[in-house]
């Protein structure tokens, strides 16, 4: 299996889109870190505004882990596209590509082959993820170095600097499994499609399409919302409250679960039964 | 019609007495804090805003002179811009009216003298001060500040044996804008489209800084 | 000597939605064969390969390699198999060795490295070990297609129609390659075709289907003989030879000019007497060649 996961993760590493994400990552990261650097000042200072007529603000929020949050922020709408262009070309990829016939020919299982193709996904994610982390924190380092965050929601929170890498730490596992179960809808997509545009487009139409409708369809699909989990994509932020919300995570993470295991299985059953017409 | 001026005499004497209660024992508080030298202080910030979510907060005060304090953090601060501070000594000082207006005994049971000031130039927008004074131990109790443009507010203070008999702690309060945030712009997917109809316009502040350590510059 | 049986399709149907792909199909190759597996296109060779390979499973019937069965037993009998099946694609943008090498470690191949020395050194791609498929011409790509069906040591391979996009030259050279391999390797052939004359110059067994079904089994020069071929002459002037011809006993067999040569359409056994006409009446022959179409195959069967 570890032969097969080596050889896939080689076989995506050696793909240029591969580098799509890292690039569209250090892209992101840059932009908001130099965004920051001019405009920073004058964005927290209006979002401060019914403070700063009471209180005289003094000390650094803008920082290496602000920078970092505001990051994480664009997780749950950049990173599932990044992800779907490896994630759904795991299958379709070897469909369109003709390489199929070559693959599924070897005397290996069918399963065996796709829990190698859906770890070394998932792998990819999890390194996408780690990367867009700590290239932020390490730039904001850099940029601006350390200091308090300030968490800016329905209220506003300032974490104190030595209070807030344990979240990072866990908002970051928090992230690899909502962003699993974008994986392994991405793989699922991927199973059904012959080209991977498909299964790229289908994960953000799925994902924005239910987002739309959660926020504007309240009234229609209200009792559902919390059981869909595009709902809970943001919830890494969670960790950034005062005191945790530990319901409120327990269900979140419970959603991700039920889903990724519910793609997956979907995705094995369908796939060990394909007619492989490619 | 010199009743009448016996009349107005006496009432301007009245005036003048009251007046002339509330002087000396302003200008008695005046003298002591004026005698302050510089100093340093360690501060502990609490801060109890109802949309404001922050821990504790230390930091360590400078006093250079009534117009020259500084307050150094290594985390990100909130400092009260009204009440917190020695200001009150220059609305004693720019007073252009200080009236006396009886007294109260506070929970110990003891007396407590209270002045309504006016202050003359208009020193950090205050128009009105009410000042409750522990006249025994020469020490300003207790404040409630109306400003010009910027809402009341009040501060206690409590004291220890502290150098130059400075407080050991100081309570606030004051009124101040809710906080209202387009949900997109603060990334809180839950709020979106929810409009919270209990928040209010305004809420109400409180901050309690406790001094402690104080030492001579 | 009776050979024994390598791979048995026994009443094989698939059906598609609404479509029935192959229909009771039946028919067995040996241990040894250089099997053709003939068809026009869209007559179910394709599907019956895929099902040979487990790509497809079978709506119903049994298919056996060296008796057992490829559904139940999918990794031990594939185990068996090589095939290069349609097109031949590998991953373009890595080099013709690390295709090899990637294929050959999830067959589980020992001694690797030099397995794909072999195969490379065997189909002549040595020197372009190194090169990206995505620059290989398509004569290239079929000779690597070919070398992967090796790498595991099969005992059968299965070619889907393997000339297909080489030139002449190219052709020769891929017949002459698939006899090498089951002559000195001992390895069963199948090869899919819908060209005759490919099947007749390297096959010995055949089974030719249409829409489905089977419609002829068994030893290719056996079957090939008594039946009409399309031969062209090309003469010192084809245009007398054609009325000499049509003047003759010979005039059934005269079809036309096709392409500046003279075609006939004639039982293999009447060539030579033919070529003693033609002679005889001074016509300078410079060139006989057989042009069999499985249309015109299928046309002779059925008259």
């Known amino acids: 299996m570890i032969k097969l996961i080596q050889i896939e993760l080689y076989k995506i590493f050696r793909k240029p889109r591969t580098y799509i994400g890292f690039g569209a990552i250090a892209f992101i990261v840059t932009v908001v870190n130099l965004g920051f650097l001019f405009e920073g000042e004058q964005l927290l200072g209006f979002l401060l505004d019914s403070l700063k007529d009471k209180f005289l603000l003094s000390g650094n929020l803008i920082n290496a882990y602000t920078m970092t949050f505001v990051i994480l922020n664009s997780l749950w709408i950049h990173l599932p596209i990044l992800i779907s262009i490896t994630a759904g070309d795991m299958i379709s990829g070897e469909a369109n590509n003709g390489t199929f016939r070559l693959l599924l020919t070897r005397p290996i299982s069918r399963s065996k082959l796709l829990t190698a193709k859906f770890f070394s996904a998932w792998i990819y994610t999890v390194l996408l993820l780690l990367f867009m982390i700590s290239l932020s924190l390490i730039m904001g380092y850099l940029m601006f170095g350390v200091g308090d965050l300030i968490v800016i929601k329905s209220t506003i929170s300032i974490l104190s600097s030595d209070d807030t890498l344990w979240r990072f730490g866990y908002a970051t596992l928090y992230g690899i499994l909502s962003m699993t179960t974008v994986t392994s809808l991405s793989f699922l997509l991927s199973s059904l499609s012959e080209n991977s545009i498909g299964p790229i487009v289908g994960t953000f139409a799925i994902i924005v399409g239910l987002t739309i409708v959660s926020t504007l369809g309240y009234a229609l699909i209200g009792p559902a919302i919390p059981y869909l989990f595009t709902t809970y994509l943001p919830s890494w932020d969670l960790f950034f409250t005062m005191e945790l919300d530990t319901a409120k995570l327990t269900h979140a993470i419970y959603v991700n679960l039920a889903y990724t295991i519910a793609f997956i299985t979907f995705t094995f059953y369908y796939f060990k039964n394909k007619d492989i017409l490619s | ?217 | 000597m009776k050979k024994e049986v390598f791979l048995e399709f026994d009443h094989v149907s698939k059906q598609y939605k609404d479509f029935l792909a192959v229909n009771d199909l039946s028919f067995k190759v040996y241990e040894g064969d250089i099997f053709g597996f003939l068809g026009p296109n869209g007559a179910g060779k394709s599907t019956s390969i895929r099902m040979t390979l487990s790509l497809i499973k079978p709506t119903s019937g049994n298919i056996t390699l060296l008796g057992k069965s490829i559904v139940n037993e999918r990794e031990e009998t594939l185990a068996q198999v090589g095939a290069l099946i349609e097109k031949p694609d590998f991953y373009p943008y890595l080099t013709a060795q690390k295709n090899l090498e990637i294929l050959g470690k999830i067959s589980g191949v020992d001694n690797l490295a030099t397995k794909v020395d072999e195969v490379l050194e065997l189909v002549g791609l040595s020197e372009r070990r190194e090169s990206k498929v995505k620059t290989f011409s398509q004569g290239m790509k079929q000779r690597l297609g070919i070398a992967q069906t090796l790498l595991h040591d099969p005992k059968l391979i299965i070619l889907d129609e393997p000339a297909n996009g080489l030139d002449p030259q190219g052709q020769v050279d891929m017949r002459e390659l698939i006899v090498r391999i089951n002559k000195e390797r001992g390895i069963t052939v199948i090869i899919s075709s819908h060209i005759l004359n490919e099947v007749e110059q390297i096959c010995n067994r055949m089974v030719i289907i249409n829409r489905g079904k089977s419609m002829v089994e068994g030893n290719v020069s056996e079957l090939l003989t008594g039946s009409r071929m399309k031969v062209s002459y090309v003469t010192n002037d084809n245009k007398q030879t054609l009325e000499l011809l049509a003047n003759s006993d010979f005039k059934q067999f005269v079809t036309g000019i096709e392409k500046e040569k003279l075609t006939l359409l004639i039982e293999h056994e009447n060539i030579p007497e033919l070529n003693n006409f033609l002679s005889n009446e001074g016509v300078k022959v410079y060139s006989i060649e057989p042009i069999r179409s499985l249309e015109e195959y299928f046309i002779s069967m059925t008259k």
């Open chain 2, 1 to 217: 019609m010199k009743t009448l001026r016996i009349l107005i005499l006496l009432s301007i004497f009245t005036l003048t007495a009251k007046a002339q209660d509330a002087e000396p024992i302003l200008n008695k508080l005046v003298t002591k804090l004026e005698k302050v030298k510089p100093y340093t202080v360690d501060l502990t910030i609490n801060i109890d805003v109802e949309f404001l979510k922050i821990k504790e907060r230390k930091a360590k005060l400078v006093y250079n002179g009534p117009d020259d304090i500084d307050i150094n953090s290594d985390d990100f601060m909130l400092m009260p811009k009204n009440g917190a501070q020695m200001e009150y000594l220059g609305i004693i000082k720019n007073r252009s009216a200080a009236i006396y207006e009886g007294t109260e005994q506070d929970s110990k049971g003891n007396t407590l003298t209270k002045i309504k000031i006016i202050p003359g130039k208009n020193k950090d927008g205050v128009i009105l001060a009410n000042m409750v004074i522990d006249e025994k131990k020469n020490r300003l109790v207790k404040m409630k500040a109306f400003t010009e443009s910027n809402g009341s507010f009040i501060s206690e203070f409590e004291y220890g044996n502290n150098l130059y008999d400075m407080p050991s702690k100081v309570l606030l309060e004051f009124d101040m804008k809710n906080f209202q945030i387009p949900a997109h712009l603060s990334g809180d997917i839950d709020a979106v489209g929810k409009k919270d109809a209990t928040k209010k316009e305004t809420t109400t502040g409180k901050v309690v800084i406790t001094y402690t350590g104080y030492k001579k510059k």
